[in-house]
């Protein structure tokens, strides 16, 4: 919503959804919102429309638990129980599903010169002793280039 000088607070999008991440281009002015637990991506746009359905991401590729968006003005989602997280087009689909050592990515954000690095935050809590044999760099910070090449 939007905030006035006198403190007033105006309801622009309303989602009656456990959000579990945001991520804002600033770029084209739109908010992304994801629902892990439905798999839904949202899309809000700052003419205050309806929140829409941007993408659903299925179960068996992981909840998206994190979003950022990068210097192209593309989402990326992180796959929490996915081992990758995943670059979509403007119309949602995946187009890039890049694999991690890791099951569980919690964060994401862009950096290096141009944004063209993308450094994922990663979680070892309440993972089982045998996936934390295969999966040794959980709980680590990884970073990963995201141009190819």
Known sequence: GKLG????????W??????????WSPASGRLFA?????????????DGA???LFTRI???SGEPRSLAVDADDRLWVG?????????????GEIERLLPLPVPRPTGLAFGGEGRDRIYVTTARI??????LEKAPLSGH?????TTAG
Not at 14 to 23: D, N, S
Not at 34 to 46: A, F, M, V
Not at 79 to 91: K, P
């Open 50 to 52: 309806a929140p829409r």
């Open 79 to 91: 796959l929490y129980d996915g081992w990758s997280i995943a670059r979509l087009t403007t119309e």
């Open 34 to 46: 994801s629902d892990p637990q439905s798999g839904t991506i949202y899309l809000l746009e700052r």
């Open 58 to 60: 299925p179960r068996v």
């Open 126 to 131: 309440d993972l089982a002793r045998e996936v």
């Open 5 to 12: 000088a006198d403190g007033a607070h105006e309801i622009a």
């Open 141 to 145: 910070l990884l970073v990963a280039p």
């Open 14 to 23: 309303v989602l009656r959804k456990r959000i579990g991440a945001l991520a």
